[in-house]
Nanobody, 120 residues
Framework: EVLLVESGGGLVQAGGSLRLSCVAS????????IGWYRQAPGKEREGVSC????????YNIDSVKGRFTISSDNAKNTVYLQMDNLKPEDTAVYYC?????????????WGQGVQVTVSS
């Protein structure tokens, strides 16, 4: 069974930084992608960033480009989301999700989520 566990959330002032981690376990194949998603109160969940485990593919949505960096440590089955220059509008529950297709980053498995709160 695929299990994703996020950590690293918390409360930070605007302009600060946080690093989220997503550890994947129970994965029996290599060519998958991990994406980060977020859901703010009263809003729909949105995809933020995605990285392919073996093909090096990465993307970020425009609103986080230049501020968020996604990376992976395949030996640790861990994907990170480094978030710098955080803004109050980044406040949300952040989820990581595993996609069995590196081409689409479509979420097939979800983590439990971690709260990120950015104060102004």
């Amino acid at each position: 069974e695929v299990l994703l566990v996020e950590s690293g959330g918390g409360l930070v002032q605007a302009g600060g930084s946080l690093r989220l981690s997503c550890v994947a376990s129970g994965v029996t194949f290599d060519d998958y992608a991990i994406g980060w998603y977020r859901q703010a109160p009263g809003k729909e969940r949105e995809g933020v960033s995605c990285i392919g485990r073996t093909d090096g593919f990465k993307y970020n949505i425009d609103s986080v480009k230049g501020r968020f960096t996604i990376s992976s440590d395949n030996a640790k089955n861990t994907v990170y989301l480094q978030m710098d220059n955080l803004k109050p509008e980044d406040t949300a529950v952040y989820y990581c999700a595993l996609s069995i297709s590196q081409a689409t980053c479509y979420p097939d498995y979800w983590g439990q989520g971690v709260q990120v709160t950015v104060s102004s």
